[in-house]
């Protein structure tokens, strides 16, 4: 029997058992116990979460400052970040790392930097970008004084390593789909907390537009919540105010991450109207839910596991060779079609 087994049989992801194996936060405790039945009624046997003191120095610290936009106490559990975790754990151990985690709210930014620095445990930190300015992504690595990679971002002008999504590319690949099944009063459907993710997606979708002829209009875009995946009521009001000014639906909708895309796949449901056959909707991340809403969601796939590997094989190198050379990578994306767009 395999990992992959058992996340079938407990109807989960593989990156969930392998934190439930792990002792590591990010499932629930009653998913935890289920995977843990279901491997020992099929006499699996999984390697238990090395300690510290097992671990030696040979240790990376996975570094999060949470409690700002996207980025809450609990991030592990969105989708988008286990997977991303669990791709870096994975990478860590195949170089004989092991992965420690520290979760540290953004007002004690100083307080917790300082911890780590002078705790020793760590040879080399990876830091969730996704939320961080230019400023503290500096600071950051000042005070640290540690190798440091930091993924889901980029600042060019920094002389750190970055890891990030080719944004860009992925929301013109989304919006050049969209064109192509002859979709031309396009919607978008934006988040109301503001990433460098979603400028960079905001930027192809329209360079994409642009370079086809196909022109946007104002009043076709829409901000929301961007971590909820159940109807909006704001999103609905939104819509019903635009159509009761007598203008038409968007006979598609890109939406800038794939929260936001169900969300708008189940509020278009509440007022009425089908995906696709009255209004196409695509997404961006593909993470695992795409795959359970109906219809199935047309979407940009973020290669987290390229992604994972890049960083750690970044960072590794500069802890064995005190190499002063930094990289920014760019990882592409790939588009997934499934059922959520159709020709007009």
């Known amino acids: 029997m395999k990992m992959e087994d058992i996340a079938r049989m407990a109807g989960v992801s593989k990156a969930a058992v392998s ?29 238990p979460r090395k300690s510290l003191a097992d671990a030696a120095s040979k240790a990376i610290t996975f570094l999060v400052f949470a409690n700002s936009g996207l980025v809450v106490d609990s991030y592990y559990q969105q989708p988008f970040f286990r997977e991303l975790i669990h791709f870096t754990e994975e990478r860590c151990r195949a170089l004989g790392y092991s992965l420690m985690f520290s979760t540290i709210s953004l007002d004690k930014l100083d307080e917790g930097i300082t911890s780590i620095a002078e705790s020793g445990n760590s040879q080399g930190v990876i830091l969730l970008g996704t939320n961080l300015d230019r400023k503290q992504i500096s600071d950051i690595s000042g005070k640290l004084a540690l190798p440091m990679v930091v993924v889901d971002n980029c600042y060019e002008t920094l002389p750190i390593h970055f890891v990030e999504i080719n944004n860009m590319m992925g929301a013109y690949e989304a919006a050049s789909h969209l064109i192509g099944l002859g979709h031309r009063h396009i919607g978008y459907i934006s988040s109301s907390d503001r990433i460098h993710n979603f400028e960079e997606r905001r930027r192809g979708f329209a360079y994409a537009m642009r370079e086809r002829g196909v022109e946007l209009d104002p009043d076709c875009l829409f901000t929301v919540e961007p971590t909820i995946l159940v109807a909006q009521e704001t999103l609905k009001n939104k819509l019903d105010d635009y159509l009761g000014a007598g203008k038409p639906m968007p006979s598609a909708f890109f939406c800038e991450c794939d929260y936001i895309a169900i969300s708008t796949v189940k509020t278009l449901a509440e007022m009425g109207l089908r995906v696709p056959d009255d209004v196409s909707v695509i997404g961006f991340d593909n993470i695992q839910e795409a795959r359970i809403v109906t219809p199935e969601l047309t979407t940009v796939h973020v290669e987290k596991e390229s992604m994972a590997k890049w960083a750690v094989n970044a960072l590794v190198q500069e802890i064995e060779t005190g190499s002063t050379i930094r990289n920014k990578i760019s990882v592409d994306t790939q588009l997934v079609v499934r059922q959520s767009t159709r020709a007009v």
Request: glycine share 6%; aromatic share 10%.
């Open 19 to 47: 934190l439930a194996f792990s002792g590591k936060p990010g499932v629930a405790p009653e998913t935890r116990e289920r995977i843990l039945q279901i491997a020992q009624e099929h006499n699996y046997e999984f390697k």
